[in-house]
């Protein structure tokens, strides 16, 4: 239940920054979700290396399970252990907000590292390019902590929640990263009514789930297909007739932004696109907040379509 | 023609403007609208606004006779439940455009998203591009008029209406069909494109109901009156109600339809207890003169309350399952004794709207009678998403019941076995939900208290929702409610019992700090003032009573209230049937009724130790059974049944 955003820069934002760009889309559609933010922000900062972000503020400590969970310190000490034991050369390293951010230098198996991570924290982000960064409140909020608006950036997605069936807590928030690979994220409004069915499919090949929540699937079902070297429009396209219920999602990489919609059409999406940006919004109203005062060309795709873009630079 | 700056003021503040001055007759242009929702919504006078730019959802929604241009796009909702007056978009429009429209004239240059037209009832919906999914889903009357290509599905369940197609028609939807189209049909088509400016010289396709499944092939008919007790029996195995049903569904070949509630043994208000001896209960003098019993209704966001003068309201029941004359019995019969009454589906009548002085207006799916001007002179306004007796559907009306009268009321054919629309055209989830209930703030200008009727289902997050929405309270139905028609299985064995309900809804409301704020209204089988008690100690802060109300005012519980011949005259729309029921005198009989249960209250709530039905709480009571333990999370004691039994020999 909730209102997603998505923009791409074609040739490298210039002026309005990624950053900036989503905070104002995601403000203009609040209404459809006050409880939580995130931002799936691109930008290439840190070629070569990876960027990883944790949730450390949990009720209950970052590492149940594991038995050192007394608090932010020592689930910090954790990460930084399982990072080293995993051979990855910490270069970078900050506490902000409700999550600890990483910069390491590693070379190994990402997806064994990813799983064996989640063991020890909650990863919500990794990647070269990819950061995300979200929590309770709105946009502005998550902006004070996490300074969105100064990332200059390629690309990126946004999400505005309304918790439902699940409770209001950072890691409940979009956007979602696919458990195990990098640099991809998604945003999602709608209902995966064949979860379960889906997940089991991937648990029974070796893929591992950190939530219950349906975007993640999606993410990881996405992931799967682009490292089998499927291409990203052609994996949008087979999900249209894989997952089941109503959707609208959006899905970004390092290069490519795409959309898909179900069937019934029952979630809203708007798009805009001109030679400098491509932005796809919830509803227009968040389109228009990038425009003020301008009469937007904008498209409503189609029951069951799909569509990528990439980065021209 | 006056100047609103939508980059300067609010959206609100814009709405006040534009209906001030549409009253004084101004034209109104609104700038840098940007595409945000409810411009113009309730406009009810006959001006022309011109938005220039995009709008958002709802543009012109709940509007009447006022002439609407846009510049550019608008988002879902165009036009939403529109009477008189035109809209022109040059853009193109988001899903539902035209969605319940009774009557205006929308045109829109460019194309239009899926659903165009659902429920619409008359007027005419004109899209110069192609159309989406769905045009024309469940439409109940009027024209759409596609110049482009019709997308999948037109006409899906369409009960009447004409719907024209231009270019390719992609595919029909369910029971929809092709037919021959009449020269004056096409000669009406190019006035009406002349009128708009539109130059298009094409031929058309018309597409039209089938008729496959507007009605039931065998009806279900009265065959032997079983009195409830019986039919309710002690055992679930060879009663005589499954006798019934075994018969029925041998002749009519399909599941039944019938009225009533549920007829299983479910735990129940009367299987809890007060703990405390209530045996002096009504000794100490008037208990009604010594108890605070008033209580206001729906006040959290600053709209005007409803006042009660006990926490009793009438549930939603429809003109439509009961007669004209029982629909104003029981409006008399709540301003007697000083409560709200409800409309349930199907419109307000003068005589109901006359006979209530509260009365709450229902909005369901099928926006059956639904309108701007019923909106305005309401007390509350309610959206149904469900209904304890049978979550999940839509209101049930058997061919019997809908006559003319009645069908021109919810601006459908007359003589069809109508099933409205289970859910709402433009509420997929509580996102679209918010923005709905934002509409009708903004149409009734902030001051009627907006209300969510929820069938028990899934309460939890239900009533998250309820609260996160803006909601100004709930009425939560629990599956011991009745209704005029459902499903036989349905009733029976779909829903969450009452008990429940109203337990996991005040835990839900504690988990988001909404308790004592986000007012809950309890029914479900709530038949005396030692239930409604219950129901306030559970955490409730009124209690709505319907079937106790019916049977008050003359209901024999003979189970029949689908078939349309109620002999008493209730649960009928047939003069004859209905000549029989005395309103004056049945509103003295429930009005009676209901001091009895305003007594009830205050002698219990008196022998409780209160001043105040507000101080009632959980510890007062314990369960009587293990089944309203689980349930309630009350401590079990069975030790007090005898107790209970002895409480309602004395003030049953």
Not at chain 1, 113 to 141: C, F, N, P, Q, W
Not at chain 2, 451 to 469: C, N, P, Q, T
Not at chain 2, 493 to 506: E, R, S
Not at chain 2, 593 to 614: C, F, H, K, P
């Amino acid at each position: 239940m909730c209102g997603i955003a998505g923009v791409m820069f074609k040739h490298g934002s210039t002026g309005l920054g990624t950053g900036q760009a989503l905070i104002d889309m995601l403000d203009g559609c609040q209404h459809r979700g006050p409880d939580s933010t995130g931002f799936a922000l691109y930008e290439d900062v840190e070629p070569g290396k990876l960027r990883l972000r944790f949730l450390v503020e949990e009720e209950n400590g970052a590492s149940d399970g594991v038995g050192h969970n007394s608090g932010v310190e020592a689930a910090i000490a954790d990460i930084r252990t399982t990072l080293e034991d995993h051979g990855a050369e910490i270069v970078e390293d900050e506490h902000v907000g409700n999550s600890y951010r990483v910069v390491v230098r590693f070379s190994g198996d990402v997806q064994k590292l990813t799983y064996d991570m989640e063991h020890a924290a909650t990863l919500i982000s990794i990647g070269e390019s990819l950061d995300i960064r979200k929590d309770v409140g709105g946009a502005h909020d998550v902006d004070d902590v996490f300074h969105v608006r100064e990332v200059q950036g390629t690309h990126g997605l946004g999400h505005v929640r309304l918790a439902t069936e699940s409770e209001v807590k950072p890691e409940a928030a979009h956007p979602f990263w696919a458990t195990g690979f990098t640099d991809i994220a998604i945003v999602h409004n709608g209902q995966i009514t064949n979860y379960w069915k889906m997940r089991r499919r991937l648990e029974r090949r070796g893929f591992e789930f950190h939530t219950d929540n349906d975007s993640e699937l999606i993410a990881v079902y996405l992931a799967d297909k682009l490292a089998n070297e499927v291409p990203l429009e052609d994996a949008l396209k087979t999900s249209i007739d894989d997952l089941d219920g109503t959707f609208s999602f959006l899905v970004s990489t390092k290069d490519e932004i795409g959309y898909a919609k179900d069937h019934l059409a029952a979630k809203p999406m708007i798009m805009y696109e001109n030679d400098d940006l491509i932005a796809i919004a919830s509803e227009e109203v968040s389109l228009n907040r990038l425009f003020p005062g301008r009469a937007l060309d904008t498209r409503e795709p189609p029951p069951g379509s799909y569509g990528t873009w990439s980065r021209l630079t | 023609m006056v100047q609103i700056d939508l980059g300067q003021v609010s959206v609100r503040d814009a709405n006040e403007q534009i209906r001030k001055w549409g009253a004084e007759g101004e034209d109104i242009e609104v700038l840098n609208p940007d595409a945000r929702h409810h411009i113009g919504v309730g406009l009810i006078h006959p001006v022309r606004v011109h938005i220039k730019g995009s709008a958002g959802y709802f543009c012109a929604g709940l509007a009447d006779q006022a002439r609407f241009e846009i510049d550019n796009n608008v988002g879902w909702g165009l036009g939403d439940n529109m009477y008189a007056g035109t809209v022109t978009v040059r853009g193109n429009a988001g899903a539902i455009a035209g969605v319940a429209i009774r009557g205006a004239e929308i045109v829109v240059h460019g194309n239009v998203g899926s659903r165009a037209g659902q429920v619409m009832k008359a007027g005419t919906l004109c899209c110069v591009g192609n159309a989406n999914f769905m045009a024309g889903y469940m439409m109940y009357g009027g024209r759409i008029i596609i110049l482009g290509e019709s997308g999948e599905r037109v006409g899906e369940d369409m009960a009447a209406g004409d719907i024209f197609v231009g270019g390719a028609v992609r595919s029909l939807g369910s029971d929809a069909q092709l037919t021959d189209i009449e020269e004056t049909e096409v000669d009406d088509i190019r006035a009406f494109l002349d009128r708009h400016e539109i130059a298009y010289k094409g031929g058309f396709q018309k597409i039209v109901n089938a008729g496959k499944r507007l009605r039931y092939a065998t009806s279900e008919q009265q065959v032997r009156s079983i009195p409830f007790f019986t039919f309710s029996g002690t055992s679930d195995y060879w009663n005589p109600k499954v006798q019934e049903d075994v018969y029925i569904k041998s002749q009519i070949g399909r599941y039944r339809v019938r009225g009533y509630g549920g007829a299983r043994t479910l735990p129940h208000l009367s299987d809890l207890a007060f703990k405390r001896d209530l045996s002096s209960a009504g000794t100490a003098g008037d208990p009604v003169a010594a108890v605070e019993m008033y209580t206001e209704i729906g006040g959290l966001n600053g709209a005007r309350p409803l006042k009660l003068s006990m926490p009793v309201m009438i549930a939603p029941m429809s003109y439509g399952a009961l007669s004209r004359s029982t629909k104003q019995a029981v409006g008399m019969a709540s301003s007697m004794a000083g409560i709200a009454e409800n409309t349930g589906e199907g419109g307000m009548s003068d005589a109901q709207r006359g006979a209530a002085e509260q009365l709450v207006f229902q909005c369901l799916g099928g926006r059956l009678g639904w309108n701007i001007h019923d909106m305005n002179r309401a007390d509350g306004l309610e959206i149904y998403i469900s209904q304890g007796a049978k979550p999940g559907f839509g209101g049930q009306l058997m061919a019997k019941k809908v006559t003319k009268e009645l069908a021109t009321i919810r601006g459908i054919p007359e003589g069809i076995d109508l099933r409205s629309p289970s859910r709402h055209p433009d509420i997929l989830g509580a996102d679209d939900l918010v923005i709905k209930v934002e509409e009708f703030r903004e149409a009734t200008g902030y001051c009627i208290p907006v209300s969510v009727k929820l069938g028990a289902g899934r309460v939890r997050d239900d009533i998250k929702i309820a609260y996160k929405d803006g909601f100004d309270f709930v009425e939560l139905d629990g599956m011991q409610g009745s209704t005029g028609a459902g499903g036989a299985e349905v009733m029976e064995h779909v829903g969450v019992p009452t008990l429940a309900a109203i337990t996991q809804a005040m835990a839900a409301l504690g988990e988001v700090e909404g308790l004592g704020k986000m007012e809950v209204v309890l029914m479900g089988g709530v038949r005396d003032g030692i239930d409604a008690v219950k129901g306030l100690c559970l955490g409730a802060n009124a209690v709505a009573m319907g079937t106790a109300v019916i049977i008050a005012g003359g209901c024999i519980a003979c189970m029949q209230c689908h078939v349309g011949q109620c002999v008493t005259g209730i649960a009928t729309q047939d003069p004859q049937h209905e000549r029989r029921y005395n309103p004056v005198a049945e509103a003295r009989n429930i009005h009676r009724y209901l001091e009895g249960v305003r007594w009830q209250i205050a002698a219990l709530t008196q022998a409780l130790g209160y001043g105040s039905t507000t101080q009632l709480c959980r510890d007062d009571l314990v369960a009587l059974t293990r089944d309203a333990a689980e349930m309630t999370g009350l401590p079990y004691a069975p030790e007090y049944r005898e107790r209970e039994l002895a409480l309602r020999g004395r003030v049953g």
